[in-house]
C-alpha cells in the first residue's frame, strides 16, 4: 500500500486527479469505478476542468459507481445520480449509456444487485477504483458487520452513517435507511484501488484501516490485502498515525 501525506484538501483532490487522469488516458477498455461524496468532489472539479482544456477526453470512457441510495428517485438532488451528474458527467464528453449507478429507483433489491454484479463482472471488471472512506470505516456502503458481504448488496445504513450524511438533507429522517453497493470481493476485484480521505473526522477510520487488524467491524481494513492500494491523505486525516 502506498500512502502520500498531502497538506490539505485541495493537494488531496489534484494528486488524485491526476491519478485517475492518467487511467483516462492509458486505459479507456476498463471501467473506472467511482465513489460519491464530498471527498472525490475536489478531484471531479479538477478532472472537469482539464477537460475543458482539452487536456482529457471521457468519449471512450465507461465508469462504474459504488452505491446509490435505495427508494430514491434520479432526479432527487440527493441521489448518488444527481450528484455524478451536477459534478463530472453533466460537465465532460462522456456518454451516458457508458455510465452506470445501482438503480435506485428499483425496488427489487436481489434483481438490482445481482444484474449490477454480473454487468461488472461480464464487462471486464474494473481497472481502477476510487473510494472514499466513512467514518465508521465504511467503503462503498459497506458498514461494519460480522462479516465481508462479497457482491453487490442491499444494507441498511449504520446510524452513525445516518448521523454523517444528514448534512446533505432537510432532517435525519429524510436519508434513506437502505442502499445498494458493490461488495467487498466487488471493490477488491479492481486492478487498482485509489483511497481518499481528508479531515479529522476521518483521522479514527484511517489509523484502523491502515494500521489494525483486518475485520469486517472495520470494512475497509481489507484493502491491506489489494495488491494495489493508493492512499492520498492529508495532514489531519493522518493526525492519529
Ligand atoms: C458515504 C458513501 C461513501 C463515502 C463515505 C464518505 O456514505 N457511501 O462512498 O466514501 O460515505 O463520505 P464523504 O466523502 O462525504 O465524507
Redesign the pocket.
Given at each position: 500500500m502506498r500512502v502520500y501525506r498531502v497538506k490539505d484538501y485541495d493537494e488531496m483532490s489534484k494528486k488524485a486527479a491526476t491519478i485517475l487522469a492518467a487511467q483516462i488516458v492509458s486505459g479507456p477498455e476498463k471501467a473506472l469505478g467511482l465513489?460519491?461524496?464530498?471527498?472525490?468532489?475536489g478531484a471531479y472539479r479538477y478532472l472537469c476542468k482539464w477537460y475543458q482544456e482539452g487536456i482529457l477526453d471521457f468519449s471512450e470512457i465507461r465508469t462504474m459507481n459504488?452505491?446509490e441510495y435505495r427508494g430514491i428517485s434520479r432526479e432527487d438532488s440527493q441521489s448518488?445520480y444527481y450528484f455524478m451528474k451536477e459534478n463530472l458527467f453533466g460537465h465532460v464528453n462522456i456518454k451516458e449509456e457508458n455510465t452506470f449507478i445501482p438503480d435506485g429507483e428499483r425496488e427489487d433489491a436481489d434483481a438490482v444487485c445481482r444484474e449490477y454484479e454480473a454487468l461488472i463482472q461480464s464487462t471486464g471488471g474494473v481497472g481502477l477504483q476510487l473510494?472514499?472512506?466513512?467514518?465508521n470505516g465504511?467503503?462503498?456502503?459497506n458498514e461494519p458487520s460480522d462479516s465481508f458481504i462479497k457482491e453487490c448488496h442491499c444494507v441498511s445504513?449504520a446510524l452513525s452513517?445516518i448521523e454523517?450524511?444528514k448534512r446533505?438533507f432537510e432532517n435525519a429522517e429524510d436519508v434513506p435507511r437502505q442502499?445498494y453497493?458493490m461488495g467487498i470481493g466487488t471493490i477488491m476485484s479492481a486492478e487498482k484501488i485509489l483511497l481518499?480521505a481528508?479531515?479529522e473526522?476521518?483521522a479514527d477510520a484511517l489509523s484502523r484501516m491502515l494500521g489494525g487488524p483486518i475485520t469486517p467491524r472495520v470494512p475497509a481494513s481489507i484493502l491491506q490485502l489489494h495488491r494495489d492500494v493508493t492512499v492520498i491523505a492529508d495532514e489531519a486525516a493522518l493526525s492519529k498515525i
Open positions: 465513489a460519491t461524496g464530498s471527498t472525490p468532489a459504488l452505491d448518488y473510494l472514499g472512506l466513512g467514518r465504511h467503503i462503498g456502503f445504513l452513517t454523517a450524511n446533505f442502499a453497493t481518499l481528508s479531515g473526522e476521518k
